[in-house]
């Protein structure tokens, strides 16, 4: 195993930010929840307590026993990390009189601590706290102030731990990364050799390991995490890794022909299933997203447990699972309130009895595409948009049709192969277009029209907890629309969505 850093999340937002800025610096880390945390074996070099929307003055705040970390291996406390440190201290720990909320700069910094090297005064840094360390013990060192807090950052004098105000995970802070380098680097002198290299070789030998002789059976999307967990297991075990690629005929134009090719030039046992006329047919009629989503997965599961059972003797079934999945699944609360069921069709039924391979599960969405680019994936995969995976059934807004879909595959056609002509594409997190069911007045030469209206959707964003509406230029909306209008029979109003995530979702199903 890797040598790792462990995450204590004690209910932040930013929490997983903490980890992928650790993963950056080619250093594995792991997170867990404060109240079930893994015993510590040899290969954790350091913890990291995160923030929370909680105060230490709470009567029940979380908490954990400190003792078995501190003095023990490096500890960093962030925010409410820092005060559950210095409050398990006998400092004071009070309600601030000013909530210090967005950037501050540093005005004091003892660069002789290892913990603050390079960091220069004067320095950016994100605050986000209700509470503030007040008095504190002899036994606590400041090392860094701003202008408002004296206690920005601390060191316990007798051993490695640390605590500070901020978060150095956010961009904001604009020395935050150099902060957890020198913490994970030169305080738990970590050897930076996580990398996509050392992460295939380590999985492809487990894999060979775990299934040895047995058939996996797989389904394919299209998508990135999908065909980067197949290209693994099929390094791992080759023919005996079984891909069923279905057509629910919600796909975008032409995908499932394009796509089917792909993953056969990558050598890929795959076999492409076209249930059109199934998924159409459990569809007629419905319009409510929920019962679209459960619909489509129904007849998924179906289809796939049909595939399945045409193969003999197949023991596993792989997912391709990613780790903001499982936090997700352990969070401090369990899982968050469901705004709307996944867009990924997950699991199969207990009565499949299929054991479950998962060789993603431990890596962020952009990790996934650096194994995808070493493993030498074709860019058009890797470099693929996120696609819901009850695909243009939640774009169109009502119930669907065959006709509905054709007219939208042509849309979205259009407004995608043009994102890509003008060299847009990579700079859209994700984009595609939405029927709605609102009709609109229009002139097509001396005609009156009365047809529908779509509209053009396109976000930026890191991982898709958030996102913002991508300022696409003026010329290139227009070219488009009017393309679109000219082209597809039964639109005559094109309109483009410029709300972010939140308030809004980047679909709208």
């Not at 986000?128 to 860094?144: F, L, R, Y």
């Not at 299934?211 to 390094?235: C, E, P, R, W």
Request: aromatic share 8%; net charge negative; charged share 25%.
């Amino acid at each position: 195993m890797p040598e790792k850093i462990l995450i204590l999340d004690f209910g932040s937002q930013f929490t997983q930010l903490i980890a992928r800025r650790v993963r950056e610096l080619n250093v594995y880390c792991e997170i867990h929840p404060y109240n079930n945390v893994p015993a510590l074996t040899e290969d954790v070099k350091g913890i990291i307590l995160s923030g929370s929307p909680c105060s230490v003055r709470d009567q029940e705040h979380p908490t954990i026993d400190l003792s078995q970390y501190l003095g023990k291996l490096p500890v960093l406390g962030v925010c409410y990390g820092a005060q559950l440190i210095a409050y398990e201290h006998a400092s004071e720990v009070t309600p601030s009189t000013i909530r210090e909320y967005g950037r501050a700069r540093l005005t004091e910094i003892h660069n002789s601590n290892r913990l603050l090297k390079e960091l220069t005064l004067g320095s950016v840094v994100w605050m986000s706290h209700g509470d503030t360390i007040k008095e504190i013990p002899d036994n606590i060192e400041v090392i860094a102030s701003t202008e408002s807090v004296r206690v920005a950052a601390y060191k316990l004098r007798d051993q490695e731990t640390y605590g500070i105000q901020f978060h150095p995970e956010v961009t904001h802070s604009a020395e935050g990364k150099t902060l957890l380098r020198n913490f994970v680097v030169h305080i738990c002198e970590c050897e930076q050799d996580w990398t996509s290299e050392q992460f295939i070789e380590n999985t492809v030998a487990e894999l060979q390991q775990t299934i040895g002789n047995d058939k996996v059976v797989l389904g394919l999307s299209g998508g990135v995490d999908s065909s980067v967990a197949a290209m693994l297991i099929h390094q791992a075990i080759g023919k005996n890794l079984y891909c069923i690629f279905v057509d629910n005929g919600l796909l975008r134009k032409d995908e499932f022909e394009t796509v089917l090719d792909s993953y056969k030039h990558m050598g890929l046992n795959v076999k492409g299933v076209n249930a059109k006329d199934k998924f159409y047919a459990a569809l007629a009629g419905i319009s409510d997203p929920e019962l679209k989503r459960k619909a489509i997965g129904r007849i998924f599961i179906e289809v796939f447990d049909d595939e399945a059972h045409l193969i003999e003797d197949v023991k596993w079934l792989a997912q391709g699972t990613i780790y903001p999945d499982v936090i997700e699944s352990i969070s401090v609360k369990g899982p968050s309130a469901t705004i709307k069921s996944h867009h990924n069709v997950g699991g199969l039924p207990d009565y499949m009895k299929l054991k479950v391979v998962e060789p993603l599960k431990t890596l962020f969405k952009d990790e996934v595409r650096l194994v995808g680019k070493t493993l030498q994936i074709d860019e058009t995969i890797i470099g693929r948009h996120p696609f819901p995976g009850p695909g243009l059934a939640i774009r169109i807004l009502g119930d669907i049709t065959p006709e509905k879909v054709h007219i939208l595959q042509q849309v979205d056609h259009i407004f995608i192969s043009n994102l890509k002509k003008t060299g847009l594409y990579d700079e859209v997190w994700q984009a595609g277009a939405i029927l709605t069911p609102v009709q609109s007045v229009g002139v097509m030469g001396d005609e009156r029209t009365y047809e529908s209206v779509v509209a053009l959707r396109a976000v930026t964003s890191v991982d898709g907890m958030t996102a913002d509406w991508c300022r696409l230029p003026y010329e290139f909306l227009a070219d488009v629309s009017s393309e679109i209008i000219n082209k597809v029979k039964g639109v005559n109003r094109v309109v483009y969505d410029i709300s972010s995530k939140p308030p809004a979702t980047i679909e709208w199903e």
